[in-house]
C-alpha cells in the first residue's frame, strides 16, 4: 500500500533554532516529492520538489533531503521564524498513471515560540 | 504567488440546501482538482479534470460534483449539504509540463 508517514506529528522550538522533519514514504514507482507548508486557514504552498536523482535542494532557509533508496526525506529549518509556524506537508507522486497521482502525509505541525 | 482563487471563504448552512463552491485560475493550466481536507488530516482528491468537458472522480467518495465548462473555472456543487460535509475544501490546478500544483486558500464548510 502507498503511504507517506510524517514525523514528528507536532513540534515546538523557539525562535532562533533549527530543526528537521522528517517523511518516510512506501509509494511505488517514484516520480518525486514535494515539501509543502500550509498556514492555519490557508492552501498549501510548494517550498520544494525533488525528482529520483536529486539529493538536496534549498529554498532559503529551507533544505529538503531526499534518499530514494531508503525512501526516506528530510525538511531542514535554520534560524526559525515566527512565521514558520505552519504544517508542513509531505506529498509523493508516482509516475503510474498520466495524472501523477499524490500521496499526502499528514503533515507536522510546527510552531515556532518567541 | 499562485493565481487561484476559491468563493466563499468560510460558509456555515443548514442541512439539505444546496450550494456551490466557486474556484477559479488566471494562469491558464489544464489539470484543476478539488481536495477534501479534516484537521489534522491529509488532504483526500475527491474531483479533478484534465481540462473543458473533462470530470473524474478521485480517490475519496464523494457526493458533490463538478463541472468544467471554461478551462478557468471548476466550481464543485452538494445537492443536499449534510453535517457529513463539514470539511475543508481546497482547489488546486497544474500546467502540463511542471510538476507543480497550485492551491487556492480553500473553503471552510459548516453544515449546521
Known amino acids: 500500500k502507498n503511504q507517506v508517514e510524517q514525523s514528528p506529528q507536532s513540534l515546538i522550538i523557539l525562535e532562533g533554532k533549527n530543526c528537521t522533519l522528517q517523511?518516510?514514504?512506501?509509494?511505488?514507482?517514484?516520480?518525486?516529492l514535494r515539501w509543502y507548508k500550509q498556514d492555519t486557514g490557508r492552501g498549501p504552498v510548494s517550498l520544494t520538489i525533488?525528482?529520483?536523482?536529486?539529493n538536496t535542494k534549498s529554498n532559503g532557509r529551507y533544505t529538503a533531503t531526499l534518499d530514494a533508496d531508503t525512501k526516506q526525506s528530510s525538511l531542514h529549518i535554520t534560524a526559525s521564524q515566527l512565521s514558520d509556524s505552519a504544517s508542513y506537508i509531505c506529498?509523493?507522486?508516482?509516475?503510474?498513471?498520466?495524472?501523477?497521482?499524490?500521496?499526502f502525509g499528514r503533515g507536522t505541525q510546527l510552531t515556532v515560540w518567541p | 504567488e499562485a493565481d487561484i482563487y476559491q468563493t466563499p471563504r468560510y460558509l456555515v448552512i443548514g442541512t439539505g440546501k444546496k450550494i456551490t463552491l466557486e474556484c477559479s485560475q488566471t494562469?491558464?493550466?489544464?489539470?484543476m482538482y478539488w481536495y477534501q481536507q479534516d484537521p489534522g488530516m491529509e488532504l483526500h482528491l475527491i474531483h479533478y479534470?484534465?481540462?473543458?468537458?473533462?470530470?473524474e472522480k478521485g480517490d475519496l467518495s464523494s457526493e458533490s460534483t463538478v463541472s468544467r465548462i471554461r478551462t478557468e473555472h471548476f466550481p464543485l456543487t452538494l445537492e443536499s449539504a449534510r453535517p457529513s460535509h463539514t470539511s475543508q475544501y481546497l482547489c488546486?490546478?497544474?500546467?502540463?509540463?511542471?510538476?507543480?500544483?497550485?492551491f487556492g486558500p480553500g473553503t471552510r464548510l459548516t453544515v449546521t
Open positions: 488546486a490546478s497544474s500546467d502540463q509540463a511542471r510538476y507543480e500544483q497550485y
Open positions: 517523511c518516510n514514504y512506501t509509494v511505488s514507482p517514484f516520480s518525486n
Open positions: 525533488m525528482t529520483f536523482s536529486e
Open positions: 506529498v509523493v507522486s508516482d509516475r503510474g498513471s498520466t495524472l501523477g497521482r499524490l500521496y
Open positions: 494562469m491558464g493550466h489544464d489539470k
Open positions: 479534470s484534465y481540462g473543458v468537458n473533462s470530470t
